[in-house]
């Protein structure tokens, strides 16, 4: 065999640069995007018991949907349950930053709504929030996306994105979905 | 050392054995898998109800991604074992024990799911809980293929023993590296499985943290891909080189490669946790930065073995810059195979860093995208070097030559297209949004409506995989219709190195730098993200039984 055992090295050890060069690469992009950019996972972790969930704290019924606080942040609370969503539709206002907070009193689920990166696992235990700005308005689909039993593929909720002139809190300061 | 004949004693009959129980679980599990994409389709299934659906995925898993494998890697071990290292197997009796086992096991599992009572996917993410029968079968299988590792790692250790201070062949080093990872891979899923599921099952515990259940089983869940992908790896290295008509390029990058696997597989699956609560940022990154690393080993092979196939290419001919790739022997099963296992790992590896790639996962994680990536990596290739690995290694083992390779060649076109036509959909639609998982979705939808057509698309993808697995198995039958030449030899396998090495130092021919090295990635990757479940008081989630007579 013609070539040498340090040639053979030699190129070796080249190559092992490029890639280790675009691993580099790789990483680097992905730093810039999660400091620059702030694109994170979701990752509060935030304790709360699932046994009791509904009967006390934000995730009682009367809480959940989307409210606006008084200092105008929009925040939606949903509730995943076998097989179901509480509520299964919620209203949001497109343009503007909101906070979906997500907490299951049974098994694990998960979320996403279609056409965007809003994506969650929602497990016993804790709560799961994600940030986002809805851009186009319209009726998404936020089907449960993780195997819950065997009701999981009838799973679904609608969130329904609407210009921000239309979305109108009440006196408490809750959009719903049938008060239009 | 080359030698023109290698024995084949306990092995032929035990790989023989194996491979046939592995490849019939797939042949089962692919009609399964056909018909649940059917059952997704616009177009109406017969059978489908969530019961039937939902037990045929745990099905379908199961004997994909622990039956097949296990089954595969095992008697693929035993068959290198021998031929490699020249000399019998150490206590086949032992061996043969544990293929007992691992039957017992797989049909224990499979006989509670078809009672529709294990309706939990093969993931079975706790707090839904199967019958006890699904966890203890799957215990089985992998108590086996333990056995298996202790076997391997006892082989490699009496030739060391025998043969002081020469290099450990490639083949069997990698075979025991493979072993070595499994051990350190299954350790976070049997702890589930000892501590939490199997409690939960047995009535013995209510509830659970679930949080620290989805860590451990994370352990198991990316490592588990190598131990499957490994022995597409040994072929690549150690078989494709002589098959082409040439030598491997480097044997030490071999080394290094199985090395790098060993190490960089286990800290790593958080990146499956990535849209999960309970973990940290910090922790996700940190493990998204291993992850990346484990593209390395990967990319290494590539060089490598391309290099070696050029090699090849000139050697019968071939001129010019890409003139050598005219001159391989295509028509050489396992070189066709490896042709088409690369594109398929480039699609896939293109995928996998995407979902990788931290924040980004939000676009794809439980989408089909992520159905995709698997099915290329793992179906494409991963099986299609099983299906090479069997053709290469059968005469061998029935002791007669393939009958046809024009079959062989047009199974795995026949594979690589099917799997080409089902998961480029896969990718579109998950990008689009299609969620994973479900037994039907809504098509008077109109958002779902406009998928109906890709979902079809994808469905004639699978129907050509199962007649490209059906083919497979005549051809293995076939052989049989051949006279029986010499039993138990086979010819020259293995491939020399272009410079084969004398010596080699001793972190390269054996584990125990490099298992303690595990340990300290281990701990650092994992020691917190576990031990934070066992801090404070964490919330428990009651257990929900799928199993309840209705």
């Not at chain 2, 109109?446 to 890709?454: L, V």
């Amino acid at each position: 065999m013609a070539i040498s055992e340090e040639a053979i090295v030699r190129s070796e050890l080249r190559w092992a640069a490029i890639a280790i060069g675009v691993v580099s690469v790789i990483m680097l992009a992905l730093i810039y995007a999660g400091l620059v950019h702030h694109i994170n996972p979701p990752s509060n972790i935030e304790r709360i018991d699932p046994k009791t969930l509904h009967l006390g704290g934000e995730f009682t019924e009367a809480n959940l949907g989307t409210r606006v606080s008084a200092d105008g942040q929009v925040t939606s609370r949903i509730v995943a349950t076998q097989f179901t969503f509480q509520p299964r539709c919620i209203v949001l206002p497109a343009n503007r930053r909101v906070t979906l907070r997500f907490a299951t009193p049974d098994v694990i689920h998960g979320i996403l709504v279609s056409g965007t990166n809003v994506n969650t696992m929602i497990v016993p235990g804790y709560v799961s929030q994600v940030h986002t700005e809805f851009t186009r308005t319209g009726e998404l689909l936020m089907p449960c996306h993780e195997y819950c039993g065997l009701g999981h593929s009838e799973m679904s909720a609608v969130v329904r994105i609407v210009p921000s002139e239309e979305f109108k809190p009440d006196a408490e300061g809750k959009v719903a979905c049938d008060a239009r | 050392m080359p030698r023109a004949r290698w024995p084949v004693t306990h092995a032929r009959n035990l790989t023989f054995a194996h491979l046939w129980f592995g490849f019939i679980a797939f042949g089962a599990a692919l009609v399964l898998g056909v018909w649940q994409m059917w059952s997704r389709s616009p177009l109406p299934a017969p059978f489908v109800t969530s019961s039937t659906y939902f037990s045929s995925v745990t099905a379908h898993g199961t004997a994909m991604a622990y039956v097949l494998p296990v089954f595969l890697i095992m008697g693929f071990g035993y068959f290198v074992a021998e031929t490699s290292l020249g000399r019998p197997l150490p206590a086949p009796r032992w061996a043969w024990s544990a293929f007992a086992l691992g039957v017992a096991g797989a049909l224990m599992a499979t006989l509670t799911i078809f009672s529709g009572r294990a309706a939990v996917l093969f993931t079975f993410y706790p707090p839904l809980t199967a019958s006890v029968f699904f966890y203890v079968g799957l215990v089985l299988v992998v108590a086996a293929s333990w056995i298996w590792c202790v076997l391997m790692m006892v082989a490699m250790a009496q030739w060391k023993q025998a043969n002081p201070g020469r290099p450990v062949p490639l083949a069997m080093f990698a075979t025991v590296a493979n072993a070595v990872m499994w051990l350190w891979t299954t350790v976070g899923v049997a702890a589930e499985l000892v501590f939490q599921v199997i409690p939960a099952a047995l009535g013995l515990k209510a509830q659970l943290d679930v949080g620290l259940s989805r860590t451990l089983f994370s352990w198991t869940l990316h490592a588990i891909v190598y131990f499957w992908l490994i022995p597409s790896y040994i072929a690549f290295y150690t078989m494709l080189p002589r098959a082409a008509g040439g030598r491997l390029y480097s044997d030490t990058m071999g080394r290094l490669t199985f090395i790098l696997f060993l190490i960089y597989s286990l800290p790593v699956g958080l990146h499956h946790l990535l849209m999960d609560p309970e973990q940290s940022n910090a922790f996700k990154f940190l493990q998204v930065a291993l992850t990346a690393l484990v593209s390395v080993p990967t990319l290494l092979t590539v060089f490598t073995i391309g290099a070696s196939l050029e090699i090849a290419g000139r050697l019968r001919g071939g001129r010019g810059l890409f003139g050598w790739i005219r001159a391989l022997p295509w028509e050489r099963p396992l070189v066709l195979a490896t042709g088409l296992a690369f594109v398929m790992l480039g699609f896939g590896g293109f995928g996998g860093l995407i979902n990788m790639s931290y924040g980004m996962n939000a676009m794809v994680h439980n989408t089909s995208w992520v159905t995709a990536h698997f099915h290329l990596i793992f179906g494409g290739t991963v099986v299609i070097m099983y299906f090479a690995i069997a053709y290469a290694i059968w005469p061998a083992v029935s002791g007669r030559a393939a009958p046809s390779l024009k079959a062989q060649r047009v199974q795995l076109w026949l594979w690589f297209a099917g799997m080409m036509v089902m998961t480029l959909p896969w990718h579109y639609l998950g990008l689009l949004g299609q969620w994973r998982r479900v037994a039907t979705f809504n098509y008077a939808d109109p958002t779902i409506a406009a998928w109906g057509p890709w979902v079809v698309v994808s469905l004639v993808g699978g129907v050509i995989l199962l007649a490209s697995g059906v083919l497979f198995l005549l051809n293995l039958l076939q052989f049989n219709v051949q006279r029986e030449m010499h039993a138990g030899v086979v010819g020259e396998l293995y491939a020399m190195a272009v410079h084969p090495p004398a010596r080699v130092p001793a972190a390269l021919n054996g584990f125990r730098l490099w298992n303690t090295l595990v340990l300290v990635l281990m701990i650092l990757a994992y020691g917190y993200p576990i031990a934070q479940f066992f801090v404070g008081n964490p919330p428990q989630a009651l257990v929900h039984r799928v199993d309840e007579r209705r």
